[in-house]
Structures are given as structure tokens and as C-alpha cells.
């Protein structure tokens, strides 16, 4: 970069960073990519074509190209970076990125950006992720890297999908979904491969199916299935742990009552000498129905009725 004499404000010559030549050389280069990119057009066709052939190269490949993360006691499922990656690759006449634009005590901020030459459209995409534990402490170095990462990631996925519409990849995501459970198998094989690899991880049977709100494997679907390999690739990109990926105790209780347990106690009732109330004695109707233990409040409200 070449360096000019001007005047500043006292009216004094000093030494600045000539610009211009640097515009220059940025135009040119942008001009050439927008004329090589209508010279030689993108062809649909061979886009989808490659596309989904490197999508759906192996069920390893093709799970990676889903992601699934639990939330409020459901798991959201979408497309993975990893498919927009091949996105980028096939579409052509096209440049994208992503970077760390700002961090501080909390939070981690990255960007991502995709330019469609041949279309003369581009997109940019700002992420932020929290980089502090339950507790308000911030992450140590290592943690606040795979943190970045994850944004970075995040991010251009994002822009990617903004300048490749839904409408060219969908049935591309949707064979890639299909094969990530495995080609050839039948449903009893391809649930009990999944439930090996999650026993490989850490994962016991029944935290899987827990996380699923299924009684046994043999009511895991094909949903399920896709859901499950959707974890692995949020585990891999965001570098959780089992127990972190598969646990619900976020989530709310839904539909009706929870069921007491026949041994569990009936607490914070305390006696009075003005007798039981309506509700307090269908309460003791109640626990003695299903053989529950007598508090020694509750005797107490017993003797103070008699």
C-alpha cells in the first residue's frame, strides 16, 4: 500500500495510506468474478445432480447433513452446515465465509457472509452465542474457541441458505434423511444400529428412549431414527456430551397430573383444632385409597376431628 502527503487540521503534511489503489484492485476483481460467472452460468441441473450425490454418499456423510437440537421437550431438526457446504460447493458463481466479529465477557458474535455473482445478490448474517455457564462465569479458552466455532458455522449456514433458495436443496435434505438410517436395512436393524452407537457413546437404552417418550425400541419410528442422527451431528459440531444432548429436565409436564407414588409422603400439612376442611379430607380419602403412609400430620388432623 502506497503512502500520500495531505493536510490535517492544523494544516501541517502527514502521511496516509493511499486507499484508491486498494479499491482498485477490490473493483477488478469483483468485476472479473461477475463477468466470468455470466460467461459460464450456473446449470440447475448439474447442481442438483452433484449435490445429491455428495449428500447422499454414505449414511455418515448424509447424517451429517442434519442437524437436531432438543428444545423446551421437543427436538428441532433442520439442515446442517455441513449441507450447505455441499450447497456452496455444487451451486458455483458463488463466494462465502464466516468469521468473529466481537467478543466480549458474554457473548461471542460471528458473521457470515455469501455472494452470488451470477445473480448479483449477497447476504451477511450476524450469530451470537453465549459464552458464560449457568452460573454467570466465563468460559475458559478452549470453551470459548469450540464456542466461536460453532457460531462461525452457524452463521454461514445461515447465509448460505439465504442465497440458495429451499426450493433447490429441499428433496436434496430429504434424501439425505432417508439415507442417513441406512439403505437396505430393515426397522428392527436400523433401531438396533442406532441404539448400539448411542450405547458406543455413554447413553444407556432407556436415557434414548426417555428422550424419545417412547416405551420401548420397538416403537421408535423412522422420525425418531433421523432425530437421533441429528443429535450426532449437534454433539460433533458444538462438541456436547451426551448428557447434555439428551437431557430434558427443562422441559414442562404436559397432559393432566402427575401420578403420585404410592410411598410418597404427604408433606406440609399442619394440624388444627377447627377439624378437616372439604379438600383435606378427600386428600386423606384419597392416600388411603392407593395404601399411601399416614404423615404424622395427618394423624394429628385425624385426632383433632375426633
Same mark, same amino acid.
Given at each position: 500500500?502506497?503512502?500520500?502527503?495531505?493536510?490535517?487540521?492544523?494544516?501541517?503534511?502527514?502521511?496516509?495510506?493511499?486507499?484508491?489503489?486498494?479499491?482498485?484492485?477490490?473493483?477488478?476483481?469483483?468485476?472479473?468474478?461477475?463477468?466470468?460467472? =455470466? =460467461?459460464?452460468?450456473?446449470?440447475?441441473?448439474?447442481?442438483?445432480?452433484? /449435490?445429491?450425490?455428495?449428500?447422499?454418499?454414505?449414511?455418515?456423510?448424509?447424517?451429517?447433513?442434519? $442437524? %437436531?437440537?432438543?428444545?423446551?421437550?421437543?427436538?428441532?431438526?433442520?439442515?446442517?452446515?455441513?449441507?450447505?457446504?455441499?450447497?456452496?460447493?455444487?451451486?458455483?458463481?458463488?463466494?462465502?465465509?464466516?468469521?468473529?466479529? %466481537?467478543?466480549?465477557?458474554?457473548?461471542?458474535?460471528?458473521?457470515?457472509?455469501?455472494?452470488?455473482?451470477?445473480?448479483?445478490?449477497?447476504?451477511? !448474517?450476524?450469530?451470537?452465542? #453465549?459464552?458464560?455457564?449457568?452460573?454467570?462465569?466465563?468460559?475458559?479458552?478452549?470453551?470459548?474457541?469450540?464456542?466461536?466455532?460453532?457460531?462461525?458455522? !452457524?452463521?454461514?449456514?445461515? %447465509?448460505?441458505?439465504?442465497?440458495?433458495?429451499? *426450493?433447490?436443496?429441499?428433496?436434496? $435434505? @430429504?434424501? *439425505?434423511? !432417508?439415507?442417513?438410517?441406512? =439403505?437396505?436395512?430393515?426397522?428392527?436393524?436400523?433401531?438396533?444400529?442406532?441404539?448400539?452407537?448411542?450405547?458406543? /457413546?455413554? /447413553?444407556?437404552?432407556?436415557?434414548?428412549?426417555?428422550?424419545?417418550? #417412547?416405551?420401548?425400541?420397538?416403537?421408535?419410528?423412522?422420525?425418531?431414527?433421523?432425530?437421533?442422527?441429528?443429535?450426532?451431528?449437534?454433539?460433533?459440531? @458444538?462438541?456436547?456430551?451426551?448428557?447434555?444432548?439428551?437431557?430434558?429436565?427443562?422441559?414442562?409436564?404436559?397432559?393432566?397430573?402427575?401420578?403420585?407414588?404410592?410411598?410418597?409422603? !404427604?408433606?406440609?400439612?399442619?394440624?388444627?383444632?377447627?377439624?378437616?376442611?372439604?379438600?383435606?379430607?378427600?386428600?386423606?380419602?384419597?392416600?388411603?385409597?392407593?395404601?399411601? /403412609?399416614?404423615?404424622?400430620?395427618? @394423624? *394429628?388432623? =385425624?385426632?383433632?376431628?375426633?
Amino acid at each position: 500500500m502506497s503512502m500520500v502527503l495531505a493536510k490535517d487540521e492544523d494544516n501541517e503534511l502527514i502521511e496516509v495510506a493511499d486507499t484508491g489503489a486498494l479499491e482498485a484492485l477490490n473493483r477488478s476483481e469483483h468485476d472479473i468474478k461477475v463477468t466470468t460467472a =455470466k =460467461k459460464y452460468p450456473r446449470s440447475m441441473r448439474r447442481f442438483k445432480n452433484s /449435490a445429491l450425490e455428495m449428500a447422499t454418499m454414505s449414511e455418515d456423510v448424509a447424517g451429517s447433513c442434519i $442437524y %437436531a437440537l432438543p428444545r423446551a421437550g421437543k427436538s428441532i431438526e433442520g439442515p446442517s452446515v455441513r449441507l450447505a457446504e455441499i450447497l456452496g460447493a455444487s451451486y458455483g458463481n458463488m463466494s462465502y465465509g464466516s468469521r468473529i466479529v %466481537a467478543c466480549d465477557k458474554q457473548w461471542i458474535t460471528a458473521q457470515g457472509v455469501c455472494y452470488d455473482y451470477e445473480n448479483n445478490v449477497s447476504a451477511c !448474517i450476524e450469530v451470537r452465542r #453465549r459464552i458464560t455457564d449457568k452460573n454467570g462465569k466465563t468460559f475458559n479458552d478452549d470453551m470459548i474457541q469450540v464456542t466461536g466455532r460453532a457460531a462461525c458455522a !452457524i452463521a454461514l449456514r445461515e %447465509a448460505i441458505f439465504k442465497i440458495v433458495p429451499r *426450493a433447490l436443496w429441499n428433496e436434496i $435434505y @430429504e434424501q *439425505a434423511r !432417508i439415507t442417513s438410517i441406512g =439403505k437396505g436395512l430393515t426397522m428392527q436393524a436400523q433401531r438396533d444400529k442406532c441404539m448400539a452407537w448411542w450405547k458406543k /457413546a455413554g /447413553a444407556t437404552e432407556s436415557q434414548v428412549l426417555q428422550f424419545l417418550s #417412547r416405551q420401548g425400541i420397538e416403537e421408535v419410528t423412522i422420525d425418531d431414527l433421523i432425530t437421533l442422527r441429528g443429535l450426532v451431528t449437534t454433539m460433533k459440531d @458444538e462438541g456436547k456430551s451426551v448428557d447434555d444432548i439428551l437431557d430434558r429436565s427443562d422441559s414442562k409436564t404436559t397432559g393432566g397430573a402427575k401420578k403420585l407414588s404410592k410411598n410418597a409422603p !404427604i408433606v406440609n400439612v399442619e394440624p388444627t383444632t377447627g377439624g378437616l376442611t372439604d379438600a383435606e379430607k378427600r386428600a386423606i380419602e384419597a392416600a388411603e385409597s392407593v395404601g399411601m /403412609a399416614s404423615s404424622p400430620q395427618m @394423624e *394429628a388432623r =385425624k385426632e383433632a376431628k375426633q
